[in-house]
C-alpha cells in the first residue's frame, strides 16, 4: 500500500495560505444511520490492527464524495459563503426533482492507498452526481471535468506510508486479506440517500484524514 496524502494529493504546501488545505465540496453523510455507522465500526476494527499501513476514519468524518469543487470560481475569485449559498439553491433546484434512494454498502477492499467501500447499485449515485454538477455549474462554480462513470465509493482507512520493505509488504498484504473477510458474513449494509451536505471540506494530512464543516444540507425531492 501506498501513503494516501503523497506529494501529488496535497491540497496545500507547508507556509503556504490555510485556505488553501479547505475546498468546498457536495457530500453523502452517513452520521444519522446507525446500520451505516455499526458497519464502519466493525471494518475499523480491522483497521486498527495495522497501524503501520492505513489510518482508520473517524465516525464522525465518513462520507461518501458526490462532487468535490475547485475553490476558485470559473472567474477566477476564491469561493466564499455567498456563493455557496446561490449554489447551495441551484443545486436544491435540481434535486428537487429526484426521488430518495437506497444504496448497498460494502464489500470493502484493499486499493492502492486506501480501504475502499463499494457502493451498489451505481445509478442512483451517477444520477445525483449529474444533477448536483449542473446546479453548481449553473451557480458559476469550477468543477473538475465529469467521471465518463462515476464511481461511488466511500472508505474505511487512508494509508500513512508507503509499503517499501519486505515487512510492511506482507503487512499490506496481510491487511489486503483481512478487510476482505474478516466482518463476514456481513459484509454489506444498506442506507437510503435522502439529503447530502455542501460543505467545507478540510484536508488534514498531519491526521491523515478530511474533516468538513457542514453548511447547507440539500434535500431529494423536496418538492
Not at 2 to 12: A, C, I, N, Q, V
Not at 91 to 96: H, K, N, R, T
Not at 110 to 131: K, M, Q, Y
Not at 197 to 204: A, N
Request: proline share 8%; aromatic share 8%.
Amino acid at each position: 500500500m501506498r501513503k494516501f496524502m503523497g506529494p501529488k494529493r496535497l491540497w496545500g504546501s507547508e507556509g503556504g495560505p490555510a485556505e488553501d488545505w479547505i475546498k468546498p465540496h457536495v457530500l453523502w453523510l452517513p452520521q444519522d444511520d446507525p446500520h451505516v455507522i455499526e458497519y464502519f465500526g466493525r471494518l475499523r476494527e480491522v483497521v486498527a490492527r495495522f497501524p503501520d499501513v492505513i489510518t482508520p476514519i473517524a465516525d464522525e468524518n465518513l462520507h461518501m464524495t458526490i462532487q468535490s469543487i475547485r475553490p476558485l470560481t470559473t472567474l477566477g475569485v476564491r469561493v466564499d459563503s455567498e456563493q455557496l449559498a446561490v449554489a447551495a439553491a441551484a443545486v436544491q433546484a435540481e434535486l428537487d426533482g429526484m426521488a430518495p434512494f437506497d444504496i448497498q454498502i460494502g464489500p470493502a477492499r484493499a486499493s492502492g492507498s486506501a480501504g475502499i467501500v463499494e457502493i451498489w447499485p451505481e445509478d442512483g449515485p451517477a444520477e445525483l452526481n449529474h444533477r448536483v454538477r449542473n446546479g453548481l455549474l449553473a451557480a458559476g462554480l469550477d468543477l473538475p471535468p465529469a467521471e465518463e462513470h462515476f464511481w461511488s465509493h466511500m472508505s474505511c482507512g487512508y494509508g500513512n506510508q508507503d509499503s517499501d520493505t519486505p515487512e510492511l509488504a506482507t503487512r499490506s498484504d496481510q491487511f489486503a486479506s483481512e478487510i476482505g473477510k474478516s466482518i463476514r458474513p456481513a459484509i454489506r449494509t444498506r442506507a437510503t440517500v435522502s439529503s447530502v451536505w455542501l460543505v467545507w471540506e478540510r484536508q488534514r494530512p498531519e491526521l491523515n484524514t478530511y474533516t468538513f464543516e457542514r453548511v447547507h444540507q440539500l434535500r431529494l425531492g423536496q418538492s
